[in-house]
């Protein structure tokens, strides 16, 4: 598929242009920025760098105007999202608002016209985790994440992906070349020699436990096998997309997952030839590989949507690159909104089900108290809180809705040596609620928060559809060892 690059201007001479960028635009007095469109392309300009997100120079323009200077990205509430990085590191750099003032400077010329390519920019861009709270919670709307990925983007065409990187944005691969030999690659996760030298030459923390790999990934297992075709006898049908961690480290949960949805009368159809989102690619900004999976998703999924399915991820993040960041990097692709139209996060879907009374009750008592963490990532969907609801259908349960924050792990973010301290900092309200507070154990949507909580944490976290099928009786204690372990 082709992408059509767009290209910035700046207006000359940049001495003139610099004094319109010093100000942010005007507030309405609430922190809401006027909601004026820019001016046309003014005469003069010169090009300064390739836009590569579906956005024309003036919406980019437009956006980084939109930032009124307010600092309510400033917070550093415990209880409140905004920037998790901010959080922890409370300079000026770090907030969204400083974002907004590179990518106004650039578009003006009060910076050079290459400063995107720098890694002096990089470095600001990276303060960027693609978390989508500022997002979510900018009382001026304005959009950071899709800012910042531009930023990113045109670095990695300049420079390339610098070489402890690369293996970030492929931890689909990566997982896929060490599921070949399982054994050997789980010895290495837990061996200290071999973490010593993963991080030397990967930059993997040594000090971050790693989830095991499965024996097998689980679109190679049977139950995956048994539903590569549609199922066209079931009047409602999902496409069950299946992401990096429950093909390749969380087998169980794509299990439970299935397992969940049959007991509900929903036709599951698994294809055979889908390939990971690409949402690490995406936040690396590297965008050509990133479009290529994209692509062959969106012609894959839209066909599903077609034969009457609806696309349901366990992963909160391959949702939001589904309904989110593919729509920015595939530029009016019918079939792109298609999918987005159509796709679901696992617990939206069954929380769906039962709103339209079409879930079955048939729950048994789970009598533990657990302590659920809502990742950022569904918060950037806008569905509430669904995992929670669902939870408390199950008699006995205790939920405890931890509002303490980000879990600080941001992705592959808290993956890297570089990251590994602040990411830990970034959660600590969350992680020192977790250790200390009396839970039987945790839950979380997010396979990259459960990694962060059990960092902290004795006890285990599982998915929410995990403790589902549990509650069905659908799955025993050898299926769900962590639960299991949960028990004890």
């Not at 690369?166 to 061996?191: E, Q, Y």
């Not at 609806?310 to 692709?333: R, W």
């Not at 569905?383 to 992705?411: D, F, H, Q, Y």
């Amino acid at each position: 598929m082709s992408h059509d690059m767009r290209r910035v201007t700046a207006s000359q001479p940049v001495a003139a242009a610099a004094a319109t960028a010093e100000s942010p635009a005007a507030g309405n007095g609430n922190g809401r920025a006027d909601d004026s469109r820019p001016a046309a392309k003014p005469a003069g300009s010169v090009e300064i760098t390739q836009l590569q997100l579906a956005w024309d120079p003036e919406e980019f323009a437009y956006a980084a105007r939109q930032c009124n200077g307010c600092g309510a990205c400033r917070t550093r509430s415990s209880d409140a999202r905004m920037c998790p990085i901010f959080h922890f590191a409370p300079r000026e750099e770090s907030s969204p608002r400083a974002k907004a003032n590179l990518a106004r400077a650039v578009i003006t010329g009060l910076l050079p016209a290459d400063e995107m390519t720098k890694d002096v920019a990089r470095e600001v861009a990276d303060l960027c985790v693609n978390c989508h709270m500022c997002r979510i919670d900018c009382p001026a709307n304005v959009d950071i994440p899709k800012m910042m990925l531009e930023a990113k983007a045109a670095h990695v065409q300049a420079n390339g992906v610098r070489p402890h990187d690369w293996w970030l944005g492929r931890i689909d691969t990566v997982s896929r070349w060490a599921s070949r030999t399982p054994r050997l690659a789980n010895w290495m996760i837990g061996n200290r020699r071999a973490r010593w030298l993963l991080e030397k030459t990967l930059g993997l923390a040594q000090g971050r436990k790693v989830p095991p790999l499965a024996l097998r990934p689980f679109l190679q297992q049977p139950t995956a096998r048994r539903h590569r075709r549609p199922d066209r006898q079931a009047d409602e049908k999902v496409l069950f997309f299946v992401d990096t961690f429950a093909n390749y480290y969380d087998d169980a949960l794509a299990e439970s997952l299935v397992r969940v949805l049959r007991h509900n009368g929903i036709g599951v159809y698994i294809p055979p030839m889908q390939r990971n989102s690409g949402m690490g690619l995406i936040t690396q900004g590297a965008l050509e590989p990133a479009r290529r999976i994209a692509s062959r998703n969106v012609e894959l999924l839209a066909e599903g949507v077609r034969q009457g399915h609806t696309i349901v991820a366990t992963e909160p993040s391959a949702v939001l690159a589904l309904t989110h960041e593919y729509l920015n990097i595939l530029d009016d692709d019918e079939d792109a909104q298609l999918v987005a139209e159509n796709t679901q996060e696992a617990t939206q879907y069954l929380w769906n089900l039962h709103q339209q009374g079409a879930l079955k009750l048939d729950f048994n008592p789970l009598a533990y108290r657990v302590a659920h963490h809502t990742p950022c990532h569904v918060r950037a969907l806008g569905v509430g809180e669904p995992a929670t609801n669902l939870l408390r259908l199950v008699p006995e349960l205790r939920i405890v809705e931890l509002e303490k924050g980000c879990s600080g792990m941001a992705g592959v973010y808290g993956l890297k040596k570089a990251n590994y301290r602040s990411s830990l900092r970034a959660g600590l309200p969350l992680l020192t609620e977790l250790r200390s507070g009396d839970y039987s154990f945790g839950a979380t949507e997010c396979s990259t928060c459960k990694i962060q909580m059990q960092q902290a944490s004795h006890q285990p976290t599982l998915h929410p559809v995990k403790l589902l099928a549990a509650s069905y009786g659908l799955m025993d204690d050898t299926q769900l060892p962590d639960f299991a372990a949960a028990k004890t």
